[in-house]
């Protein structure tokens, strides 16, 4: 499983504006990835934010990518995003990953894959 990694940060009045253009984008990739997507606010720093999405391949998420920059509208999504990040912090740190092993736990048992 292929996974990448964006932290950034989001000014606190835009929390709105941000979330509406994350799920429009969602929609747009949707058409040509399957994919999970979690958004997780810093307790720390409000305006901080980390993005992990996970992918099905490396290789696919790469293919469909090409299809989906040629979309005027991730485009204009992706402008509309920067416009939201912090002005003091507007760097996007990017990682890309290979899930090696995940572990869960429900009560009282442990499951592991």
């Given at each position: ?9 989001i000014q606190d009045d835009k929390l ?56 005027p509208e991730i485009q204009a999504l992706?402008k509309a995003f920067q416009s939201v ?29």
């Open positions: 499983m292929f996974v990448k990694m964006y932290e950034y940060y709105e504006e941000f979330l509406v253009i994350q799920e429009k984008a969602s929609k747009i990739y949707g058409r040509y990835l399957s994919f999970q997507t979690q958004y997780l606010q810093s307790k720390d720093d409000p305006t901080k934010w980390i993005e992990i999405t996970r992918y099905n391949d490396e290789k696919e998420y790469i293919q469909s990518l090409e299809l989906i920059n040629q979309h992706f990040l912090l002005t003091s912090k507007r760097e996007i740190r990017e990682g890309n990953y290979t899930i090696r092993k995940e572990i869960s736990h429900t009560k009282g048992k442990g499951l592991m894959t």
